[in-house]
C-alpha cells in the first residue's frame, strides 16, 4: 500500500458515518475558546501593540491627528524619500506637508509595473486593522491601503493606524471586522527570512523598513 492510499484510507474511515448530503455550514462548530489573553483598557492595548511592534524591528511612533502631517513629513524626509506612492483613499491632509517638502506623490495604478515600483522610495497608507497581541497590521486593500503590490515592492512603508479604533486585542476579534473574500496581508514587522545558519535577511518578501504611526483622538 503507497502512503497516498495509506492517507486516503484514513480520511475514509473518518468519514465513514459522515451522511453523503451534509456540507461544513450543515454542522455547528463550538467556538467558545479563549478571545482574549487577559483584560486590558484601550491606551493599555495600544501600549501592547507599539510593544509588539517594536520586538518585530518596526519603527513604532505616537502622534495625533494634528501632527501626523508633519510626522509623515519627516519620516519620509529621514528616510531620504522623494517620491512615494499614496492610495486614492488616504486623506490629502496627511500628505500636504509631504508634498510642500517637494516628496513626489505618485498614484495607485493598474498600469504601474513592477519595475516602476521597485523604483518608489516609500509608500504610506492606511490600514484595516491591528492586533496588540500578535503585533500585527492588517491591509484589506481598500482606497486608503491601495493595491497589495504597492506594500510590498516598495522598500520603505509608512502605516498609520487609528487608535482606539482600529486596534483589537487579539486574532479572533481582528477576524470578526476583516472581510475574508478581501486580499487580505498580515504584517508583523518588516519582511524577513533566515537561513538554517539564521542569518536574518530583512526585505525579502516586502519592505525592509516598516514604521507604524498610531494616532490618537
Given at each position: 500500500m503507497s502512503s497516498r492510499e495509506r492517507v486516503l484510507g484514513r480520511v475514509r474511515a473518518a468519514l465513514a458515518d459522515v451522511p453523503g448530503a451534509e456540507r461544513p455550514e450543515d454542522v455547528p462548530v463550538n467556538r467558545d475558546y479563549l478571545r482574549v489573553h487577559g483584560h486590558r483598557t484601550p491606551a493599555e492595548t495600544a501600549d501592547l501593540l507599539?510593544?509588539?511592534?517594536?520586538?518585530?524591528?518596526?519603527?513604532?511612533?505616537?502622534?495625533?491627528?494634528?501632527?501626523?502631517p508633519s510626522?509623515?513629513?519627516?519620516?519620509?524626509?529621514?528616510?531620504?524619500?522623494?517620491?512615494?506612492?499614496?492610495?486614492?483613499?488616504?486623506?490629502?491632509?496627511?500628505?500636504?506637508?509631504?508634498?510642500?517638502?517637494d516628496v513626489?506623490?505618485?498614484?495607485?495604478?493598474?498600469?504601474?509595473?513592477?519595475?516602476?515600483?521597485?523604483?518608489?522610495?516609500?509608500?504610506?497608507?492606511?490600514?484595516?486593522?491591528?492586533?496588540?497581541?500578535?503585533?500585527?497590521?492588517?491591509?484589506?486593500?481598500?482606497?486608503d491601503q491601495g493595491r497589495r503590490r504597492i506594500t510590498l515592492v516598495p522598500d520603505h512603508h509608512v502605516c498609520v493606524v487609528r487608535v482606539p479604533d482600529q486596534v483589537v486585542d487579539s486574532v479572533p476579534q481582528g477576524l470578526e471586522r476583516l472581510d475574508p473574500t478581501r486580499p487580505l496581508t498580515w504584517i508583523s514587522?518588516?519582511?524577513?527570512?533566515s537561513d538554517i545558519e539564521l542569518d536574518r535577511v530583512e526585505g525579502v518578501h516586502g519592505p525592509r523598513t516598516l514604521e507604524v504611526i498610531l494616532v490618537e483622538g
Amino acid at each position: 500500500m503507497s502512503s497516498r492510499e495509506r492517507v486516503l484510507g484514513r480520511v475514509r474511515a473518518a468519514l465513514a458515518d459522515v451522511p453523503g448530503a451534509e456540507r461544513p455550514e450543515d454542522v455547528p462548530v463550538n467556538r467558545d475558546y479563549l478571545r482574549v489573553h487577559g483584560h486590558r483598557t484601550p491606551a493599555e492595548t495600544a501600549d501592547l501593540l507599539a510593544e509588539n511592534l517594536a520586538d518585530y524591528r518596526a519603527k513604532v511612533h505616537r502622534t495625533d491627528a494634528v501632527q501626523l502631517p508633519s510626522l509623515i513629513s519627516e519620516l519620509l524626509s529621514a528616510h531620504g524619500s522623494r517620491t512615494a506612492v499614496v492610495p486614492p483613499g488616504l486623506p490629502e491632509e496627511w500628505m500636504a506637508q509631504a508634498r510642500s517638502a517637494d516628496v513626489e506623490l505618485l498614484p495607485d495604478t493598474p498600469e504601474s509595473t513592477p519595475a516602476e515600483l521597485d523604483a518608489v522610495d516609500s509608500v504610506v497608507t492606511g490600514c484595516a486593522v491591528a492586533i496588540a497581541e500578535t503585533g500585527t497590521v492588517v491591509l484589506d486593500a481598500a482606497p486608503d491601503q491601495g493595491r497589495r503590490r504597492i506594500t510590498l515592492v516598495p522598500d520603505h512603508h509608512v502605516c498609520v493606524v487609528r487608535v482606539p479604533d482600529q486596534v483589537v486585542d487579539s486574532v479572533p476579534q481582528g477576524l470578526e471586522r476583516l472581510d475574508p473574500t478581501r486580499p487580505l496581508t498580515w504584517i508583523s514587522g518588516p519582511s524577513a527570512t533566515s537561513d538554517i545558519e539564521l542569518d536574518r535577511v530583512e526585505g525579502v518578501h516586502g519592505p525592509r523598513t516598516l514604521e507604524v504611526i498610531l494616532v490618537e483622538g
